[in-house]
C-alpha cells in the first residue's frame, strides 16, 4: 500500500508560482512513478506531469517551460514546481502512484492522494 497526501495548494495571481508536495510513505517513491493530475469542475481529470522510478520526467504539453516535476528521495516527497501561472491552471490537483513507469491516463495509476486546490486569478 501507498499513502500519498498533497500540500501546497492555494491561491495566486497569474504569473505567480507555487510549489506543491506529494508526501509518500509505505513505500519508496524512487521505487515507483508519480503523476501529477488535475480537474477542474465539469473537466476530466488530466495528466500533467510524471516522474518514473528512474527520475525520468513527461509533461503535457500545456505545462512544458513552466511546470517542473522533482522528486527528493530522503524525504519520499515528490513535488510540482508551478511557474508563470495562469487562470486555466486553476484546478484540484492530485499525485498519484503505480509501479515503475510514468503513464498518463488516470485509470492505470493505483494509489491517489485527496488533491490540492490550486487557483489562480487573472
Known amino acids: 500500500q501507498v499513502q500519498l497526501v498533497e500540500s501546497g495548494g492555494g491561491y495566486v495571481q497569474a504569473g505567480g508560482s507555487l510549489r506543491l508536495s506529494c508526501a509518500g510513505s509505505?513505500?519508496?517513491?524512487?521505487?515507483?512513478?508519480t503523476g501529477w493530475f488535475r480537474q477542474a469542475p465539469g473537466t476530466e481529470r488530466e495528466f500533467v506531469a510524471g516522474?518514473?522510478?528512474?527520475?525520468?520526467?513527461r509533461y503535457t504539453d500545456s505545462v512544458k517551460g513552466r511546470f517542473t516535476i522533482s522528486r527528493d528521495n530522503a524525504k519520499n516527497t515528490v513535488y510540482l514546481q508551478m511557474n508563470s501561472l495562469k487562470p486555466e491552471d486553476s484546478a484540484v490537483y492530485y499525485c498519484a502512484a503505480r509501479p515503475v513507469r510514468i503513464a498518463t491516463s488516470s485509470n492505470e495509476y493505483d494509489y491517489w492522494g485527496r488533491g490540492t486546490q490550486v487557483t489562480v486569478s487573472s
Open positions: 509505505g513505500r519508496a517513491v524512487s521505487t515507483i512513478a
Open positions: 516522474i518514473s522510478w528512474i527520475g525520468t520526467s
